[in-house]
Nanobody
Framework: QVQLVESGGGLVQAGGSLRLSCAASGRTFTNYAMGWLRQAPGKEREFVAVIGRSDGSTYYADSVKGRFTISRDNAKNTVYLQMNSLKPDDTAVYYC????????????????WGQGTQVTVSS
């Protein structure tokens, strides 16, 4: 299996930016589509973005399209989420996840998960 460790979360004012990182170890990184999902208090975990294994294909939730950018560096076994123009509604625990099949866009389609990193956006 693959182990995933997120970093980069924190407290930021509305309109600010953060960059999340997720370092992977274990199995071959390029076997996995990599995604970011988030969970706010009292809400279900929701899809944010996903990137393909090596072709750079990406897909975003409508709520973050144009503000967030997912990328990966296969040489460093790392996936990133650049978050710009942050809003208080973006406050959540952000999870990195790996999917073995296709380009997952739902939480139940990902196979491996990190422990999460808190992002708090103040108004």
């Amino acid at each position: 299996q693959v182990q995933l460790v997120e970093s980069g979360g924190g407290l930021v004012q509305a309109g600010g930016s953060l960059r999340l990182s997720c370092a992977a170890s274990g199995r071959t990184f390029t076997n996995y589509a990599m995604g970011w999902l988030r969970q706010a208090p009292g809400k279900e975990r929701e899809f944010v973005a996903v990137i393909g294994r090596s072709d750079g294909s990406t897909y975003y939730a409508d709520s973050v399209k144009g503000r967030f950018t997912i990328s990966r560096d296969n040489a460093k076994n790392t996936v990133y989420l650049q978050m710009n123009s942050l809003k208080p509604d973006d406050t959540a625990v952000y999870y990195c996840a790996g999917g073995l099949f296709g380009l997952p866009t739902r939480a139940d389609l990902f196979d491996y998960w990190g422990q999460g990193t808190q992002v708090t956006v103040s108004s």
